[in-house]
């Protein structure tokens, strides 16, 4: 079977670890020459999640496919909205406002994010708990 540019899956391309999970970049310039958003898969491990951030310029789609959580997103005038989310929910994070996810839930918290434009996942690289985890066996 030839690769494609087209069909990505998790275990082909390299994922950024951190001490509470991880995202498998699955589009992107750099992956497949997407230009005006990227995303992949985030793992959130049991009890773990990203502390409050934000992505400057960019906006964020969160989709949960698989556990439980509880998200924030900024409201307009800086008030975090927080709720509980399941698989099905999508949440939208608009450009620049401020965000945050938890696993509550007693199994791996499965998301897919899309972030438009593409980029903000590099600034990742720069957090203390960053490293490359190899590609896993497909």
């Known amino acids: 079977m030839t690769a494609s540019p087209y069909f ?3 275990e082909q391309v390299s994922a950024f670890g951190f001490d509470w999970g991880q995202l498998a970049l699955t589009v992107g ?3 497949n020459g997407a230009q005006r958003f990227s995303g992949g898969i985030v793992t959130v491990a049991p009890g773990g999640g990203h502390s409050r951030h934000n992505h400057p310029g960019a906006e ?5 496919m698989a556990g439980h959580g509880r998200q ?4 307009i005038d800086g008030t975090p ?7 099905g929910c999508t949440i939208y994070v608009p450009e620049s406002r401020f965000h945050s996810t938890l696993n509550t839930g007693s199994e791996p918290m499965t ?7 593409a ?13 490359v985890l190899p590609l896993r066996a497909g």
């Open 81 to 87: 909205v927080e709720q509980d989310v399941g698989p």
């Open 8 to 10: 990505i899956r998790p």
């Open 72 to 75: 924030m997103v900024e409201d």
């Open 111 to 117: 998301l897919f994010v899309v972030y438009s434009p």
């Open 119 to 131: 980029g903000p996942e590099l600034a990742l690289r720069e957090l203390p708990d960053f490293r």
């Open 60 to 64: 964020e789609i969160i989709l949960v």
């Open 29 to 31: 310039p750099e992956v």
